[in-house]
């Protein structure tokens, strides 16, 4: 997807999530976009990929290969940077190995000076980190693995 399409999605998305719009869907010769928000509570989760057409297709590792198959990923539901704790000096929320249940806490992500708390929707132990703190996620980009 082009740089301006990718950007021009994610003003989007900022803009139907701060407007509380629920469903939306766009379609265009090149782009077709569907997106469902859970909540305004909750941050925004697609109903259906976004994809442009003519993009390839993502890249999904072997079974065999990702040792995280079959596990939970909460995925980053919009653009901004990653914060394992609520300040600087704070302990993070969660760590590996910590038990977790829907609705907890996981990090913050920060997008357009808003600081959004993204939340568990699976219940489990935390297995890995994926983002380092103060580093930026993209949309659907995978935070954390819960068992």
């Known amino acids: 997807m082009a740089d301006d ?3 021009e999605l994610r003003e989007l998305v900022d803009f ?5 719009i629920a469903e939306f869907e766009m379609e265009k010769p090149d782009l077709k976009v569907g997106l469902k928000f859970a909540g305004m509570a909750a941050a925004p989760a697609p109903s259906a ?4 057409a003519g993009a390839p297709a993502p890249v999904t ?5 990702d040792p995280y198959a079959g596990m939970h990923m909460v995925k980053s539901p919009i653009v901004g940077t990653f914060y394992a704790a609520p300040a600087p000096d704070a302990e993070p929320f969660v760590k590996v190995g910590d038990q977790v249940s829907v609705g907890t806490v996981l990090c ?5 000076k808003l600081m959004n708390e993204i939340e568990s929707d699976a219940a489990g132990e935390i ?6 703190p103060g580093h930026p996620v993209e ?8 068992k």
């Open 5 to 7: 399409k990718l950007k």
């Open 16 to 20: 139907l999530k701060a407007s509380g």
């Open 49 to 52: 990929p976004i994809a442009a």
């Open 61 to 65: 590792l072997a079974a065999a290969a």
């Open 108 to 112: 913050i992500v920060e997008a357009m």
């Open 127 to 132: 297995v890995k980190v994926f983002v380092e």
């Open 139 to 146: 949309f659907g980009q995978p935070l954390f693995a819960v």
